[in-house]
Antibody
C-alpha cells in the first residue's frame, strides 16, 4: 500500500522560500503523478500543481506560476515543492497526494504545517 | 477556472438519518468529479470518483450521482464516524478546483 511521508513543520519569514518533500514508499513511484494541495487554517483545499515523475514536466496552477517549483527525484522516490516569496497568506498545511488517475487523489501525505511569521 | 459551490455549508443530521450534500460546477465537468471526506487534523480521504464510483474500501452507504454541473453525495444512514467535512473536486479542467466544503455535524 502506498504511503507518502512528508517533511516536518516549518516556520518561515515573509519573503523567504520553503521546500517541502514527499517520499513515496511504493515501488510504483514513477507510475503515478503526484500533486501538491494546500489548506489554509479553517479553509478549503487548493491545488497548487503536480508532476508525473517519469515525464518530469510539472503542471502548475496559474495562481502559483512563477512562485512554485515542483520536482521529482526517481532515485529516492521523492517529490519536492518549493514556494518562494512567502507571504502571511501562505501559512497553511501542505499536502502531497498521489493521483490514482489524472486529478483523482487517492493517497495523501500526512501534511506539513508551514507558518509564515515575522 | 471552474468554480465549485457546495451546499449547505453545514448540515445537522442525527445518527441513522440520511444526509444529502450538493455540489455545483460553474460549467460542465462531465462526470469528472470526486468527493473527499476530511476529519480534523487528518488528510482528505477519497470517497467517490467519476461522480459515482466508490473508492476502494468505502462503505456502500456512500453514494454519488450527477453529471454536468449538478452533483450529489448521499450518506444513506449516518454513522458516528461519518461526521466530518466533505469536499467535492472537479478534474475535468485545469486547475483542479475544490468546493468550499460541507460540514456534517451531529444534530
Amino acid at each position: 500500500q502506498e504511503q507518502l511521508v512528508q517533511s516536518g513543520a516549518e516556520v518561515k519569514k515573509p519573503g523567504s522560500s520553503m521546500t517541502v518533500s514527499c517520499k513515496s514508499s511504493a515501488d510504483t513511484f514513477s507510475n503515478y503523478a503526484l500533486s501538491w494541495v494546500r489548506q489554509a487554517p479553517g479553509q478549503g483545499l487548493e491545488w497548487m500543481g503536480g508532476i508525473f515523475p517519469i515525464i518530469a514536466t510539472p503542471n502548475y496552477a496559474q495562481k502559483f506560476q512563477g512562485r512554485v517549483t515542483i520536482t521529482a527525484d526517481e532515485s529516492t522516490s521523492t517529490v519536492y515543492m518549493e514556494l518562494s516569496s512567502l507571504g502571511f497568506e501562505d501559512s497553511a498545511v501542505y499536502y502531497c497526494a498521489r493521483e490514482l488517475s489524472t486529478g483523482i487523489f487517492d493517497y495523501w501525505g500526512q501534511g506539513t504545517v508551514v507558518t509564515v511569521s515575522s | 477556472e471552474v468554480v465549485m459551490t457546495q451546499s449547505p455549508a453545514t448540515l445537522s443530521v442525527s445518527p441513522g438519518e440520511r444526509a444529502t450534500l450538493s455540489c455545483r460546477a460553474s460549467q460542465s465537468v462531465a462526470s469528472n468529479l470526486v468527493w473527499y471526506q476530511q476529519k480534523p487534523g487528518q488528510a482528505p480521504r477519497l470517497l467517490i470518483y467519476g461522480a459515482s464510483t466508490r473508492a476502494t474500501g468505502i462503505p456502500a452507504r456512500f453514494s454519488g450521482s450527477g453529471s454536468g454541473t449538478e452533483f450529489t453525495l448521499t450518506i444513506s444512514s449516518l454513522q458516528s464516524e461519518d461526521f466530518a467535512v466533505y469536499y467535492c473536486q472537479q478534474y475535468n479542467n485545469w486547475p483542479r478546483t475544490f468546493g468550499q466544503g460541507t460540514k456534517v455535524e451531529t444534530k
